[in-house]
């Protein structure tokens, strides 16, 4: 959610550091901030909403610094004001910006208050800064303060600081919330993401939970928690700046839609033999524990919990190995039960979700047979701290609404699941299918994608309505969930999926002539049962827009719309399915106008509970 930005530099960085709030604004926030060591001292411009007004701000009181930290909040604790923007201040010594949540800060504040630190906004970022103050002593490196300030901390921070005394140093702490190390040539950098710095440097170096970090010019120092240096190679980003231009696209979500036949590519590359999956491709430490594996659990939030759903379908049928699903906020505060031989799957896209983290500290508690993190970015918290590991490959991913993220997200876990399958004695027969069907996958969902058009004209049958129903049955029940989500994050419409069996047990109050309904279905076992649910949907009024394989036989007629798939004829055809329910989502919140890329009160990435 928030996004941190730090330079030291022989230039000006008021330019550089606006620049990265601008690449962060995907992540979604509600103000925007900067502070500069300049000769007088700290200057500070906040500004409420989008980072244009902060830029504007500038433009009317220009600043010129060779340091300085900038912030864009989403706001948690204090209304999203100019008061609780970031960054904040402590006797004009002290600036600092933070992500994350301080579980302590009623208490610390109530401390800091008796010892005559006045404060000025609601939020717990300041307890931060006025602690730092406290506790700083004359003559002790800051660094050393900074790391007894962290001591006294709960929960989750990644923390940038400037001072007065040392104008050209960033600080910087980290514990569960990210935080890099951009590396440059005599100018350093500090971000929440890679992504932020991509315009001055393509070396990182990630900082782990409990380390310090202090930023100059030329070069910096890692302490961990012992206080002992750390000595880490910069990793050079492989995704390339290109990720954060929408090109010829109107907006990003689009442009990632139609990256999704590379991403799916690049995320079976080197994982595929002619006739198999390369195990190997997991590593040897997987080689070991998959054999043993009696259960999956698979812990994830939104469009990756519905990832899991499709899954678990694939892991049982395949594998015959009971698979449960659960959302990340929930599952550990009901004490699950975790029999012998269990596998824990964690699925983010960005590596850094705070709930899914949470149900990965949990597992790694003990009880479970390994657990395994499935996300796109290589350097996330979800990678380092899974005991087995599973990369997608996407790409960056811009635009709040996730499209590529979950397709490849499905591509991997459907290969995984062969991979398992291959432990339990899965026919040669199926793995083969199986290869194949992944290999011609790309080729399928290009196809999918020329059905733009058509959508494009569909949208307008959603150009006054509220509301809309998706139904699916089996693996296509969690697309439709997938696909009601897309539509209601974009577009403002309420949307719904039910399986299409529960119609007649309450949902079917809920049909009228101006409640589209939006059902998905490939040539199988269900089929006949979907056609005689969306048949009670139509004797009732309802209009039915019904996204369908090429061999399905499907009535047309007055308020029905078949929309025909290629490709809906192999297992994974639920990858394929989901291309035209994204396209839809897109193309209704054109006509509805609404802000595509950033929807009202989202972020990209939840890194708090």
């Not at 902060?54 to 009181?61: R, T």
């Not at 989403?74 to 609780?84: V, Y």
């Not at 269990?342 to 590596?351: A, E, H, K, Y």
């Not at 719904?496 to 199988?524: C, R, Y």
């Amino acid at each position: 959610m928030c996004g941190i930005v730090g330079v030291t530099a022989g230039r000006n960085v008021t330019p550089i550091l606006m620049e990265g709030l601008r690449r962060l604004e995907y992540r979604g926030y509600d103000s925007a901030g900067i502070a500069a060591i300049t000769e007088s001292g700290i200057h500070r411009l906040r500004a409420v909403g989008k980072v244009e007004q902060l830029s504007k701000a500038l433009e009317e009181e220009p600043v010129t610094a060779f340091c300085g930290i900038a912030h864009t909040r989403w706001a948690t604790h204090g209304k999203p004001t100019r008061a609780n923007a970031h960054p904040h201040l402590s006797h004009s010594r002290l600036a600092l910006v933070h992500n994350g949540i301080i579980e302590n800060h009623v208490a610390l504040r109530k401390r800091l208050e008796s010892a005559g630190y006045a404060f000025e906004s609601e939020t717990d970022t300041e307890v931060i800064v006025h602690l730092l103050d406290h506790l700083h002593t004359e003559g002790e490196p800051f660094d050393r303060t900074l790391r007894r300030a962290a001591g006294e901390l709960s929960g989750a921070y990644a923390i940038a600081v400037v001072r007065v005394e040392e104008p050209g140093v960033l600080y910087a702490a980290r514990m569960g919330s990210p935080l890099v190390i951009g590396v440059g040539s005599e100018e350093n950098f500090l971000a929440s993401d890679p992504l932020a710095l991509l315009q001055v440097t393509d070396r990182f170096v990630y900082l782990e939970n409990g380390e310090i970090a202090r930023i100059e010019r030329d070069g910096y120092r890692v302490t961990n928690a012992d206080d002992k240096n750390v000595q880490r190679e910069p990793e050079v980003y492989l995704h390339g700046d290109q990720a954060a231009s929408k090109g010829k696209y109107r907006h990003f979500m689009l442009k990632e839609i139609h990256e999704q036949p590379e991403a799916i590519r690049r995320t079976i590359e080197g994982k595929l033999g002619d006739e198999g999956v390369l195990v190997e491709a997991l590593g040897p430490e997987a080689l070991a524990v998959l054999p043993d594996v009696r259960q999956v659990h698979i812990v994830a939030c939104g469009t990756s919990y519905h990832a899991g759903l499709v899954a678990r379908y694939w892991i049982e049928s395949h594998t015959g190995i009971p698979c449960t699903v659960e959302v990340a906020s929930e599952y550990r505060y009901r004490n699950p039960v975790v029999p012998p031989g269990s596998l824990f799957i964690g699925i983010s896209q960005s590596g850094e979700t705070a709930d899914t983290l949470a149900a990965l500290r949990y597992a790694n508690g003990g009880g479970y047979l390994a657990t395994l993190g499935l996300c796109n970015m290589p350097g996330s918290t979800l990678v380092r701290e899974s005991r087995l590991r599973l990369m997608t490959d996407a790409g960056p991913e811009i635009g709040v609404a996730s499209t590529k993220a979950f397709t490849t997200q499905l591509v991997a876990l459907y290969w995984f699941t062969l991979v398992l399958g291959r432990t339990r004695g899965l026919d040669d027969t199926a793995e083969l299918a199986g290869v194949r069907a992944l290999k011609s996958l790309a080729g399928e969902v290009e196809r999918a994608l020329e059905l733009e058009p058509e959508i494009s004209r569909l949208a307008a049958h959603f150009s006054h309505s509220h509301n809309a129903i998706f139904l699916g049955r089996g693996a296509f029940y969690p697309v439709a969930m997938e696909g009601a989500l897309k539509l209601k994050e974009i577009s403002y419409i309420h949307a719904e999926a039910f399986p299409a069996g529960e119609l007649k047990h309450g949902p079917l109050a809920l049909i009228d002539e101006e409640t589209p309904v939006i059902s998905v279905a490939a040539e199988d076992e269900l089929l006949e049962k979907l056609q005689s649910n969306l048949a009670e949907v139509h004797a009732r009024g309802g209009r039915l827009i019904n996204f369908i394989g090429n061999a399905v036989e499907m009535e047309e007629g007055e308020n029905i719309v078949n929309v025909r798939i290629g490709g809906m004829d192999t297992v994974i055809s639920p990858v394929v399915a989901t291309i035209p329910l994204q396209l839809l989502a897109y193309h209704v919140a054109l006509i509805k106008g609404t802000d595509v890329d950033k929807p009202r009160n989202l972020a990209k990435s939840v890194t708090v509970e």
